[in-house]
């Protein structure tokens, strides 16, 4: 790791008593308490120096005049950033698609500021224009805060984990900042991309105390990552390796993960036991940041490349990624007028089962006494034409198909064959549909089939078990018992249809659905496509991890940012 040479030094210079220097470039912090002994001052010092992600090399300049408050700065780099999911959606007329997740771009606050200033010569100012700004994530706003105090000589550190405040009981993968508090010799929490100042700990779970949680079955880990992408093991201990890479100095971008992450993908989310015992060793050393413990932490990480932070996730755009504007207005969604994107001959294409949906009227959304409901499931009637639905979710079989086809890189995963395609966009799902000459079901049409007549909250009436579907069957809907809990995907059509003779509509992975996230338009009775615009696609039916309320016919889930690849979404495709 880039920084080892520096804390061995640090804690040499500590241990023979010499004097660490400040960077004399800094101004001078006011006020700044002269006898920190007591705190352990290597650790001050070596948190207000800067990182290879934190340095801002030669646009340091431009921190000089910055307001002074952590309220204030919070506020000017908010106005440097767009976050992709909070606050895209007010400005996507003015941002180009290409544009709307930069952080491959801009990993490092040097090409940050310089990407800043290619838009806006002034610098970091709060008036800058919406389309001037950078689009950005939350450990990107965390570097940004953490570099600006480091300048400062305020120590100051980037901490990855989980975050309870921003998604209704749920604990949600989060970066964000802790500084260093002089007046009461402590620790605080900031969250630079919320504003949140000097906030409870009660709010956020830092990674270390997640993993040892849920050691002692004192959590359930699949209530935290993102929902329907990354949760329980993988976030987890995505967390805790970035977390320590990033007390060891080096504050890894979402899109670099260590060697372990992907065993664990590839074998069901187990470990072995020389794995839990490194994750419990760390786990108990980062309870407690002292020099001590980092000299000690930097050996284990050192030691162990499988803990070492060194692979990354591919950029893989497509042109269907870049070019649908026409699609995104919902009214043109069979239209192939670019299917010429895609110059592929129609050779060695898979075999899909479609099974008939008639044409009928139903009730979509759910009753305001079922159990679980959601204020977005309001109920109205809904009417659609017939067509033609995949039998199953698609697999990596067929999937692999279509990247041979293209020429587009197949997806991670050890287990494929009949198993559902895993680690797929909205784009990548789109792409595949209109390959095949199909598309993506509208949410409409994915209810419909999946009720198949029904009105209760699953197509198997009032109850699901582990014999009907593969979810979590330790959690049961309200008032029935409990059943098995797999804890793993399952091959496609592992459970009876439903009557329609659709399989796997409840559980077993969650499926992409063509609209954009949105309150339900009640008027739009016929066919209805959903909103124009948004910032998350449909995602339906539920996974493996998920409790049985999860799995209703009627649940939303809130959608997810189209870009978005996990481990917990799939799709299936229509025609008419």
Not at 133 to 144: E, G, M, P, Q, S
Request: with cysteine; charged share 25%.
């Amino acid at each position: 790791m880039k920084n080892s040479i520096l804390i061995f030094m640090i804690l040499i210079l500590t241990v023979t008593g010499c004097n660490a220097q400040e960077n004399p470039k800094r101004p001078a912090v006011a006020g700044q308490n002269k006898n920190e002994e007591h705190v352990d001052n290597s650790i001050l010092v070596f948190y207000r120096q800067y990182s290879s992600f934190t340095d801002p090399g030669e646009y340091e300049y431009l921190y000089k005049n910055l307001p002074d408050s952590l309220p204030e700065l919070c506020s000017l780099i908010k106005s440097q950033f767009i976050h992709p999911y909070a606050d895209l959606p007010k400005y996507r007329e003015l941002i180009p698609r290409e544009r709307w997740n930069e952080g491959f771009k801009y990993p490092t606050v040097k090409s940050q500021l310089e990407g800043l200033l290619s838009y806006d010569s002034s610098g970091l100012v709060r008036d800058r224009k919406p389309e001037d700004r950078l689009v950005l994530a939350c450990r990107d706003y965390a570097i940004l805060l953490a570099s600006i105090l480091k300048y400062r000589g305020i120590p100051a550190r980037v901490r990855y984990g989980h975050a309870t405040y921003l998604i209704p009981d749920f604990h949600a993968s989060h970066v964000i900042c802790e500084v260093w508090n002089e007046n009461d010799n402590r620790w605080m929490l900031v969250d630079p991309s919320t504003e949140m100042i000097d906030f409870s700990r009660e709010k956020f779970d830092f990674s270390h105390d997640v993993w040892l949680k849920m050691q002692q079955k004192e959590i359930d880990p699949n209530l935290f990552g993102i929902p329907g992408k990354y949760t329980g093991l993988v976030s987890i201990i995505s967390k805790v390796f970035a977390d320590l890479a990033s007390i060891l100095g080096t504050e890894y971008t979402a899109y670099q993960y260590a060697p372990m992450v992907d065993y664990a993908f590839e074998n069901d989310n187990q470990l072995t036991s020389e794995h839990i015992e490194i994750l419990n060793r760390i786990s108990e050393l980062m309870k407690s940041i002292d020099a001590e413990n980092i000299r000690i932490l930097q050996k284990i990480y050192n030691n162990n490349p499988q803990i070492q932070i060194t692979k990354s996730f591919e950029l893989n755009t497509t042109h269907t990624e870049n070019n649908i504007r026409n699609r995104e207005s919902k009214k043109n969604n069979s239209n192939t007028e670019n299917n010429n994107q895609i110059r592929v001959s129609s050779k060695n294409k898979p075999i899909i089962e479609f099974v008939d949906i008639p044409a009928g009227t139903f009730t979509m959304g759910s009753p305001s006494s079922e159990k679980g409901r959601k204020d977005d499931e309001i109920q109205h009637k809904v009417t659609l034409n017939a067509f033609k639905m995949s039998k199953y979710t698609v697999t990596f079989e067929q999937y692999d198909l279509f990247c041979e086809a293209t020429g587009k890189t197949k997806p991670r995963g050890r287990k494929r064959g009949n198993l559902p395609v895993l680690w797929v966009s909205w784009y990548d799902a789109n792409a595949f549909a209109e390959w095949m000459g199909c598309r993506l079901p509208t949410e409409a049409e994915w209810e419909y089939a999946a009720r198949a007549n029904t009105t209760a909250p699953f197509y198997t009436g009032d109850c699901l078990t582990s014999d009907q579907a593969n979810f979590n069957g330790r959690k049961p809907y309200t008032n029935c018992d409990k059943s098995e809990n797999r804890k793993k995907l399952l091959p496609v059509g592992s459970f009876p249809p439903n009557a329609f003779g659709l399989y796997d509509m409840h559980g077993n992975i969650w499926e992409w659905c063509n609209d954009w996230y949105g309150e339900y338009d009640i008027n739009d009775k016929l066919n209805p496509q959903g909103p124009d615009k948004g910032t998350r696609k449909v995602d339906r039916g539920g996974a493996w991890y998920d409790p049985a309320w999860r799995c209703r016919s009627a649940y939303r889930a809130g959608g997810d940012p189209p870009g978005n690849r996990g481990s917990g979404i799939s799709f299936r495709i229509v025609k008419l």
